[in-house]
């Protein structure tokens, strides 16, 4: 009998630095195996933000650069702009993404920079160690916000999907989330899509994924899962924010 | 080649492009907006890029990402907006990158003026960004030179891959002045493939390449910083550039001058031949490396009375000077700031005193 499962080509046999119960792992093998089923992997060269994943080289097997907090877009248009033949993608985290770099995302979204761009919503900071972040819902226990965050002095939970989904310029914009295997299976779909946008010189492509970080939420990882699903999930609706279709 | 009238900023970013640079991206200011506005017109034309960034900090990385990916790549800028570019200053740096970065200086601190300065100088040569890192640092003097630093500028960054800034002040950006371009510079960047991000495709070695600056065991970033460190070591004893003038005969005074402060002076030091006062200048060339041994040797020159840094500043290089002066003849500062420039007159007023 054959092989009929095995690890992407574009992951290395290293193990991971991620806690138990993570799920930037599932999101790295899921890029992993976008750019092993387009064939790209010699021509991708990805973005390590500040954050968790950025030590994302050491797992995922192709050029990379490293950028400073926030600045990923900006160094992923740089390269794009001088090598368009080169699959040029960023993995954010929502501190980085959404905070310090949120001026970089919109205008490389806006310019229709054809990037890739996976964004990793868990609520919170994870590598400075649990601090609130934009995207921490209203009454959840941070670091910095040790009684729950206080929507009164800090906001609303940015929504970068549905935000991105507003710019005019054509793009595709998605939500997924990796908290159940049906729910892995589609972001699964939607990062090679994404990937295959820009393969096709199509347009800025964006999913955004709904994930755990069981660590700073004080829970174990099962308990993560579901108080995502439950807290998580109602806010940050899944699904397409926008296609290039719609243009 | 025939000499052409132009603007210092047309004639950088022209230099940029008879240097095999086709990549720039920019924010605009003022003084230096015409970079901008000329090679937005010029790129396209040679097949090139440009892009305007959403700010200067975006602009640092967009440099950044493309000079990782081992091509040639250059911005410009005026102080405010080298601030925001510095903190990828230190990473390009950091991450062993070439890079040109243009300074057309104004008056700072703060939002400050739009007229020329040399207020930056700390910030180009001491850091600007966080770490210990340097730039290589050059200080034309005119729009001539400026072009010619600029495509020099490209060969120093891929020397030592190590970003290079050349810094101009607003008097260069905007004059106009006659201008020779030097031959093309014809070479590539060279071994890209032992560290760029340019795919692992048409790479031998079928590996990826890494362009990072985080090193979290101690030893390791010991070792990056002990890595740069040698760079500028090498780049101390193979490429200081700096210009005596009128040092041959038995000078009393010894005035320390760069950039267009250093034209200035050497307009004073005529007029005080014209009197029979003899002074030398000293003008670095580049400001890092600076050229240590050689204003030290000038300095202690027997007939020497004194030293003094003329700066469009409130004394910047002067601490440069003293240290290498190392108290063998006193240090004396002058400057003005803002946009203010020492006059002739005032140069020469100034050294009278000084003979006394």
């Known amino acids: 009998m054959g092989k009929t499962f095995s690890k992407p080509e574009a992951m290395t046999d290293n193990h991971t630095h991620y806690c138990p119960g993570c799920t930037h792992g599932i999101v790295h093998r899921l890029v992993a195996e976008a750019i092993d089923e387009l064939g790209i992997r010699e021509n991708t060269v990805g973005i390590a933000p500040v954050g968790c994943a950025v030590l994302a080289y050491n797992y ?41 770099g949120m001026g970089e995302i919109i205008h490389a979204a806006n310019r229709g920079e054809k990037i890739t761009v996976i964004f990793i919503n868990n609520a919170i900071y994870g590598m400075t160690g649990g601090q609130m972040a934009p995207t921490t819902m209203p009454g959840q226990r941070a670091t910095t916000a040790p009684a729950g965050r206080d929507t009164a002095q800090t906001g609303m939970p940015i929504r970068m999907a ?6 005019v310029t054509p793009g595709y914009v998605t939500r997924q989330a990796v908290l159940k295997p049906q729910m892995v299976n589609k972001c699964k779909k939607a990062i090679k899509k994404a ?31 579901k108080w995502a699903e439950e807290t998580l999930l109602p806010y940050y609706e899944l699904g397409d924010y926008k296609t290039p279709e719609d243009a | 080649m025939a000499k052409v009238l132009m603007k210092g900023n047309e004639a950088i970013g022209e230099a940029a492009i008879r240097a095999g640079c086709l990549n720039y991206f920019a924010y605009p200011i003022t003084p230096q907006s015409e970079v901008a506005e000329y090679l937005s017109k010029r790129l396209p034309e040679v097949g090139g890029t440009f892009l305007q960034g959403e700010s200067e900090v975006a602009v640092g990385y967009m440099i950044f990402g493309a000079s990782g990916a081992g091509e040639r790549v250059m911005t410009t800028s005026s102080s405010p907006g080298i601030s925001l570019m510095s903190e990828a200053l230190s990473y390009i740096a950091a991450a062993h990158c070439p890079a040109v970065f243009v300074n057309i ?36 003097d005119g729009v001539q030179e400026a072009v010619e630093m ?35 510079l014809k070479t590539e960047p060279t071994n890209k493939d032992d560290w760029a991000t340019n795919g692992m495709s048409t790479r031998k070695s079928k590996k990826p390449n890494l362009v990072k600056s985080l090193f979290l065991d101690s030893a390791e970033l ?45 307009t004073a030091i005529d007029m005080l031949k014209a009197e029979g006062i003899e002074v030398a200048m000293f003008r670095p060339k580049t400001l890092f490396p600076f050229p240590e041994k050689q204003v030290y040797d000038a300095a202690v020159k027997d007939s020497c009375k004194c030293v003094i840094s003329i700066e469009m500043s409130m004394g910047q290089m002067v601490e440069d000077v003293q240290r290498c002066v190392m108290g063998k003849k006193p240090v004396e500062f002058y ?17 009278k005193e000084l003979i006394g």
Request: hydrophobic letters at 35%; proline letters at 6%; glycine letters at 10%.
């Open chain 1, 60 to 100: 995922i097997d192709c050029d990379f650069q490293e950028a400073a907090h926030g600045r990923a877009p900006a160094m992923a248009t740089g390269i794009k702009r001088v090598r368009p033949d080169l699959m040029v993608f960023t993995y954010q985290g929502d501190g980085d993404l959404a905070s310090i």
């Open chain 1, 162 to 167: 549905n935000l991105m989904s507003e710019i």
């Open chain 1, 195 to 225: 990937f295959q946008y820009q393969v096709d010189n199509t347009c800025f492509s964006f999913v955004e994924v709904v994930s755990t970080c069981p660590t700073n939420w004080g829970m174990t990882p099962i308990d993560s899962l």
């Open chain 2, 105 to 140: 200086v104004r008056g700072g601190p703060g939002l400050g003026g739009i007229l020329p300065s040399q207020g930056d100088y700390f910030q180009a040569t001491k850091g600007g960004g966080h770490g210990d890192y340097h730039l290589l640092v050059l200080a034309p």
């Open chain 2, 150 to 184: 600029t495509m020099q500028a490209f060969t120093l960054a891929e020397k030592y891959r190590n970003p290079v800034m050349v810094m101009g002040d607003g008097m260069i950006g905007q004059m106009m002045e006659p201008v020779e371009f030097p031959d093309d």
């Open chain 2, 222 to 266: 010991n070792q990056n910083n002990l890595a740069l460190k040698a760079k500028y070591e090498q780049m101390k004893k193979e490429d200081v550039q700096y210009e005596l003038y009128n040092a041959d005969g038995d000078y009393q005074i010894l005035i320390a001058s760069y950039g267009t402060m250093s034209r200035v002076c050497r």
């Open chain 2, 335 to 351: 400057g003005e700031c803002g946009g203010e420039i020492p006059s002739p007159e005032k140069i020469i007023e100034i050294v």
